[in-house]
């Protein structure tokens, strides 16, 4: 089993790949999420051909991906 992944190094991963995104109309957020017990950077694209463009890990952090369509103001 991998290390686990603390919240510190996840949030400076995240702010690494928000910097990297912001401009990316395909990427709608990147935050970060609990998943198997470890912290990792969720990044919810418009589509899913954008997923393409996002990397695996950042700074040993896992990366995922969910296409949640775009977001607009109810």
């Given at each position: 089993?991998?290390?686990?992944?603390?919240?510190?190094?996840?949030?400076?991963?995240?702010?690494?790949?928000?910097?990297?995104?912001?401009?990316?109309?395909?990427?709608?957020?990147?935050?970060?999420?609990?998943?198997?017990?470890?912290?990792?950077?969720?990044?919810?694209?418009?589509?899913?051909?954008?997923?393409?463009?996002?990397?695996?890990?950042?700074?040993?952090?896992?990366?995922?991906?969910?296409?949640?369509?775009t977001v607009r103001p109810l």
């Amino acid at each position: 089993m991998g290390r686990m992944t603390d919240r510190a190094t996840a949030r400076a991963a995240k702010s690494a790949l928000a910097t990297r995104f912001a401009a990316d109309p395909g990427v709608a957020a990147v935050g970060l999420a609990r998943q198997d017990a470890e912290y990792v950077v969720r990044v919810d694209l418009v589509e899913a051909a954008a997923g393409s463009r996002v990397p695996h890990h950042v700074d040993g952090v896992r990366v995922v991906t969910q296409v949640i369509g775009t977001v607009r103001p109810l």
